[in-house]
Each structure stands twice: as structure tokens, then as C-alpha cells.
């Protein structure tokens, strides 16, 4: 069974930084490709990043480039973004996702990906 948990959301001033966490569970790590998408309230699900497969490509969404990093770390099958410079817009729940196929290109579509983590909720204010 996948499964996929987030953590490290929480409050952080305009500005400041937050790394969320996904850990995965259940399957092969390293054959499949991982996002991180968001949602703010009355909002579409958007996309934020993408590491492929091997953890060689990263695929950003403008808005988010230059101040969030997408990276894992294997030994513990973590998905982490690191998020920079927060402003309040960023704010929203965050979720991590996997395709159920491996390898491939990165999507940015929600519809591409078919496991999701519960959601860390990201509050960016003063």
C-alpha cells in the first residue's frame, strides 16, 4: 500500500523559510516521480514542483523558482521542498503526489498523479 505523509508545515513570517517532508512508503522510491502541489481556499490545486525519477531534474512553477528547492534524500525515501523568502501568497496546503507509473517526464497536472499525502497546511503572515 502507498502511502505518502507530510509534515513540517506551521506559521512563518513573510519572509522566512519552512521545509515540508514527505515521506513515502509502500513502493520503489527511486522509480517514480515526485511533486508538490498547493491549494488555497476557493483556489484550484496548483502546481509547485516536481523532482523526476532518478533526482536528477527538478521542474519549478514560475512563481515558486528561485526561492523553493526540491530534493530527496534516499536512504530515508523523504521528498522535502524547501521554501524560501515566503510570502503570503504561498500560503495554502501543501501536498505531496506520486504517479502510479514509473520513470517518465514530470507532470505539472494534478490529473498526472494518482497517490497524495494528506496535506501540511502552510500559514505565511506577520
Known amino acids: 500500500q502507498v502511502q505518502l505523509v507530510e509534515s513540517g508545515g506551521g506559521l512563518v513570517q513573510p519572509g522566512g523559510s519552512l521545509r515540508l517532508s514527505c515521506k513515502v512508503s509502500?513502493?520503489?522510491?527511486?522509480?517514480?516521480?515526485m511533486a508538490w502541489f498547493r491549494q488555497a481556499p476557493g483556489k484550484e490545486r496548483e502546481f509547485v514542483a516536481a523532482l523526476s525519477w532518478n533526482g536528477y531534474s527538478t521542474y519549478y512553477s514560475g512563481s515558486v523558482k528561485g526561492r523553493f528547492t526540491v530534493f530527496r534524500e534516499d536512504a530515508d525515501n523523504i521528498v522535502y521542498v524547501q521554501m524560501n523568502s515566503l510570502k503570503p501568497e504561498d500560503a495554502a496546503v501543501y501536498y505531496c503526489?506520486?504517479?502510479?507509473?514509473?520513470?517518465?517526464?514530470?507532470?505539472?497536472?494534478?490529473?498526472?498523479?494518482?497517490?497524495w499525502g494528506q496535506g501540511t497546511q502552510v500559514t505565511v503572515s506577520s
Open positions: 503526489a506520486s504517479p502510479e507509473r514509473t520513470y517518465g517526464a514530470m507532470e505539472d497536472m494534478p490529473r498526472y498523479y494518482d497517490y
Open positions: 509502500g513502493r520503489t522510491f527511486r522509480q517514480h516521480n
